[in-house]
């Protein structure tokens, strides 16, 4: 029998095809105004805004929303908004919206959580190429399910 582990993480969730992005960092760094680009430039789906669910599931991180914040996202200056959205996928990468970015990172970065090392990078989420690093990064390091 598996083990389940879960945790509540201040990061926001989106996926593309089966594989979520967790935009983790604290209040102010972006989070939610670079979840609402990609959901609406890059055809990215909301997870959960600003707080997620994550189990650890035969090796695998899964993020859920918490019920209270289902299919909602605060979008800074208009308000809350309700978004359609999926539930229970796999993490592929973790972006670290507050950590040190590096001109050349090094290769193989990772984030540990709940005993899972996950593909990380660090970007800043108010550059105008955030959406498109995400994307990037999804498509060559994120984990494939």
Do not use: W
Not at 10 to 23: M, P, S, W
Not at 26 to 41: E, H, N, R, T, W
Not at 59 to 71: E, F, K, L
Request: charged share 25%; proline share 4%; aromatic share 2%.
């Amino acid at each position: 029998m598996t083990r389940l582990s879960n945790q509540n993480i201040h990061a926001t969730c989106v996926e593309k095809r089966g594989r979520a992005v967790l935009l983790a960092g604290p209040s102010g760094v972006g989070k939610s105004d670079l979840a609402l680009q990609l959901v609406i430039d890059r055809e990215f789906t909301l997870v959960s805004d600003d707080q997620t669910l994550v189990r650890e599931k035969d090796g695998q991180i899964r993020a859920s929303a918490p019920p209270s914040i289902a299919g909602k996202i605060e979008i800074r200056g208009l308000g809350i908004f309700e978004m359609a959205m999926s539930d229970d996928v796999p993490v592929a990468l973790y972006v670290d919206l507050a950590g040190q970015v590096r001109r050349m990172p090094e290769e193989g970065e990772t984030e540990e959580l709940l005993g899972v090392h996950l593909p990380r990078i660090a970007i800043d989420g108010h550059t105008a190429s955030a959406a498109a690093k995400v994307e990037l990064a999804l498509d060559r390091l994120g984990l494939d399910f």
